[in-house]
């Protein structure tokens, strides 16, 4: 049998732009699920007003003390970007004027071995790029900022300004690479990416510390304006990447499945699609049971795991006899099986104060 020839040369140049193929870095993008996309615990929460809650995943949603918000994952996005997606901050409780130490921060965090790349701490360190688009009905200066945890949290702070209100703007900051202070090489956080939405006089009353320096509360967020003035506030983020280097290259588009499976190193959502799942199948030995609940991928340390009902939580044995009684034979197969139970296992890299 002959074989034609395949001109790979026209395949390429024909179908696919060969700019898309150069600029295509595998996982450059240190974020994760920055388009969005991913919100497996829900895809909106009201009433958020203190740190540490999640909505969309990987994303930390840290409100101390400055008014209350409804945090969903939205349709609204940039218009010819290839975004489905966008988080949403909506202003429900008002804080126009705010106590010296209240603050709002939209956080992700990053593993130490995943940045060991970027040679902190050395003559040769990296600088990064930070790309994102952002919409507002609050024009005016907003800061980012890379926090080093490994390393007193020295930190490096830069602003941007939404110019036009309720449109979207896509945002390009560039941080310059630390010589100081070398990363852990380990599964803890080591750097802490934060979008300040509105801050006290703690962190406004100094100069904005726009190169990397010992940790100064008052340098971090100068200039912030007060996204909580106002109960018609509303702050839109998509297509967020950092990538190492000076320049911002497209967003890096992942399939979907590969951007759930990286979010799942951090959290797992088993929520039955209907009553009376089977999650599990173990062995009663002699007084103790043994019901492995499988996780899809391993997790970055040690989760925690909660039950959002856990009278619904049932244990059988030889699929026919409910565990009311905890009196099962030594070796006789068990199911675990969930009513509207939800079993959640958390590992999400949290606030170290």
């Known amino acids: 049998m002959a074989l034609s020839k395949i001109d790979v040369a026209n395949m390429v140049e024909n179908e696919m732009p060969q700019a898309n193929i150069d600029n295509n870095i595998n996982f450059r993008n240190i974020i ?35 008014g209350a918000w409804t945090i969903s994952q939205s349709t609204d996005v940039p218009t010819g970007q290839g975004f489905a997606s966008s988080m949403k901050w909506d202003c429900t409780t008002a804080d126009a ?33 930070l790309s994102f688009w952002v919409k507002s009905n609050k024009t005016g200066t907003y800061v980012c900022e890379l926090r080093d945890k490994d390393n007193s949290n020295r930190h490096i702070n830069k602003s941007y300004t939404i110019s036009s209100a309720d449109t979207w703007e896509k945002k390009t900051i560039t941080f310059a690479g630390d010589t100081t202070g070398t990363l852990t090489n380990d599964n803890s956080t080591s750097i802490d990416l934060n979008f ?12 904005l510390q726009t190169s990397w320096g010992a940790s100064t509360s008052a340098n971090r967020a100068v200039g912030q304006v007060n996204l909580a003035d106002s109960t018609s506030n509303e702050w839109y983020i998509t297509g967020v990447q950092l990538e190492a280097g000076t320049t911002a290259s497209d967003f890096e588009f992942l399939p ?4 759930k499976h990286r979010c799942l190193r951090y959290f797992q959502d088993l929520a039955p699609k209907k009553n009376d799942c ?11 049971r043994t019901d492995p609940v499988f996780q899809y991928v ?38 675990c099986y969930l009513g509207s139970t939800a079993i959640r296992i958390d590992d999400e ?4 104060q």
């Open 32 to 66: 994760i699920n920055g388009d969005m996309s991913v919100s497996q615990r829900t895809t909106s929460t009201s009433g958020v007003s203190t740190t540490g809650q999640f909505v969309l995943d990987r994303w930390k949603l840290n409100v101390d003390s400055m």
């Open 97 to 129: 004027s705010p106590s010296a130490d209240d603050n709002i921060q939209l956080q992700q965090r990053f593993e130490g071995q995943n940045l060991q790349y970027l040679k902190k701490g050395t003559s040769s360190a990296e600088s990064t790029t």
């Open 196 to 207: 300040w939405l509105a801050a006290g006089s703690t962190y406004t009353s100094g100069s």
């Open 256 to 259: 979907h499945d590969v951007n």
């Open 278 to 288: 089977r999650i599990a199948i173990g062995e009663n030995v002699n007084t103790n």
């Open 298 to 335: 391993e997790k970055r340390a040690n989760p925690s795991v909660t039950f959002s009902a856990a009278n619904t939580f049932s244990l059988y044995h030889s699929n026919t006899s409910r565990d009311t009684d905890n009196d099962f034979t030594a070796g006789q197969p068990l199911s």
């Open 349 to 352: 890299l949290w606030l170290i």
